[in-house]
């Protein structure tokens, strides 16, 4: 995990909430979600665990600086020899607030391996400041 880890809420505001005590700091939950999220040199990374789920099974949607990913899956299996019948469902809901100045131009990359979900945001590059000579 990258040593530039953001940390998207100040440790101040958790002092309220009344689960501190099964997650201390954000980075805490961050590792207990299966959630991370750095800086990389122009691009906001986003990497959510997604373990047994595939690309189909996946929704993003990124509005207003908030990104949420929805993943579900559905499996059933039945062995008539054994009279065996499963039905399992397993989701996924992450919401996080994207940190930083995004460049709205440049759609986000995804990417889906292993159970890992990728999401690369590329940074608003700011112009240099300008000398402004006097008269």
């Excluded at 750095?38 to 099974?57: C, F, H, T, Y």
């Amino acid at each position: 995990m990258p040593s530039h880890m953001l940390q998207p809420y100040e440790e101040e505001s958790w002092l309220d909430w009344p689960f501190k005590s099964f997650f201390p700091s954000m980075k805490t939950f961050a590792q207990s979600s299966g959630v991370s999220i750095w800086e990389e040199e122009g691009d906001i990374v986003v990497e959510a665990s997604l373990p047994g789920i595939k690309n189909d099974e996946v929704d993003l949607t990124f509005e207003k600086s908030m990104l949420t990913i929805c993943a579900q899956k559905k499996e059933e299996k039945e062995d008539t020899k054994k009279k065996y019948y499963q039905k399992a469902e397993h989701s996924f809901v992450y919401k996080l607030s994207i940190p930083g100045e995004l460049d709205e131009n440049i759609e986000p990359q995804a990417s889906l391996d292993n159970g890992v979900l990728q999401i690369r945001f590329k940074k608003h590059k700011r112009s240099e400041p300008k000398k402004i000579q006097i008269r």
